[in-house]
């Protein structure tokens, strides 16, 4: 196709100490520009690249290209391919946006999450009451009971209303077709106009997005939706759904817009 734009995959190597991170662009001179522009005024949303720039300084720092020539709808899968590859040490997320995968946690957090989990009912090692015990074998749906236990379960059942063969009254069936009447979720329901609004916003999340620079208006990063932008990020997903439907100009510092 003959507007069909490409990108590239890069490496952002700290010469120092030979770590890396890999990242993806359209235009790699307002890549390189934004990443240096926010890490000299040390905002940078990536803090591992942050906390080794204060450190090392830029002259450490060089771009390289690894693929160039990439259509942009393949750059998401290209930057996973190399993220492995690599196993770069300055990204936040191990796979290009699986933000937990392959992180490591240190001894400090692995500490509170066991004592968080302390006397929690539903860790590993917690002991059933004998009347809980009988309640998980009655629900369990492929144990086979012994023809004692079935005599047991079928006189518990008499009388119930909800078991299945029951017969309603006719009395029953006019107070439930009545019931049905006006039901919000029957046939031919309009939904209000807020509704609607909410629907559509829900909608929006499962949309492509991208991530564009408000000084440069470069395109950072297409995601694959708003909720996966918003957890990455860091950016409130109701504000950047604001932005995308023109009701706001930036989010997070960023503008955005559909792919």
């Given at each position: 196709?003959?507007?069909e734009e ?5 490496k952002?190597l ?5 770590k890396c991170?890999?990242g993806?662009?359209?235009?790699l001179?307002?890549r390189?520009s ?11 949303t ?6 080794a720039?204060?450190k090392?300084?830029e002259?450490s720092f060089?771009?390289i290209v690894?693929?160039?020539?990439i259509p942009?709808?393949?750059l ?14 300055y990204n ?9 995968y392959g992180?490591k946690q240190t ?5 509170k999450i066991?004592?968080?989990s302390k ?5 590993l090692?917690?002991k059933h009451s004998e009347?809980?015990?009988a ?6 749906p492929?144990?086979?009971h012994t023809?004692e ?5 079928g ?7 909800y ?6 009254s006719e009395?029953?069936c ?11 979720n ?6 209000t106009?807020e509704?609607?609004?909410?629907m559509s916003?829900a ?6 997005v991208?991530q564009?620079d ?6 950072i990063r ?5 909720a996966?932008a ?8 109701v504000?950047?759904i604001?932005v995308?439907?023109?009701k706001?100009?930036?989010?997070g510092?960023?503008?955005w817009?559909?792919?």
């Amino acid at each position: 196709m003959a507007n069909e734009e490409f990108g590239l995959i890069y490496k952002f190597l700290n010469v120092k100490n030979q770590k890396c991170y890999i990242g993806q662009a359209v235009n790699l001179p307002r890549r390189k520009s934004n990443h240096i522009t926010r890490l000299r005024r040390n905002v940078h949303t990536n803090p591992h690249l942050q906390s080794a720039f204060n450190k090392y300084g830029e002259d450490s720092f060089y771009f390289i290209v690894l693929e160039d020539g990439i259509p942009v709808a393949k750059l998401a899968n290209r930057e996973i391919f190399w993220v492995k590859f690599l196993e770069p040490e300055y990204n936040i997320a191990a796979r290009g946006g699986i933000p937990m995968y392959g992180r490591k946690q240190t001894k400090e957090a692995i500490e509170k999450i066991g004592n968080a989990s302390k006397g929690n009912k539903n860790t590993l090692g917690m002991k059933h009451s004998e009347e809980t015990k009988a309640k998980m074998r009655i629900s369990s749906p492929h144990r086979k009971h012994t023809d004692e236990f079935r005599t047991k379960i079928g006189q518990l059942k008499k009388g119930n209303k909800y078991t299945l063969g029951y017969k309603h009254s006719e009395e029953s069936c006019r107070n439930m077709s009545q019931s049905m009447m006006g039901n919000k979720n029957s046939l031919g329901f309009k939904h209000t106009p807020e509704t609607c609004i909410n629907m559509s916003n829900a909608q929006s999340n499962r949309k492509a997005v991208k991530q564009i620079d408000s000084i440069t208006n470069e395109v950072i990063r297409t995601w694959p939706g708003i909720a996966w932008a918003a957890r990455e990020t860091g950016v409130n997903r109701v504000v950047i759904i604001r932005v995308v439907n023109g009701k706001g100009h930036t989010a997070g510092g960023y503008k955005w817009e559909f792919a």
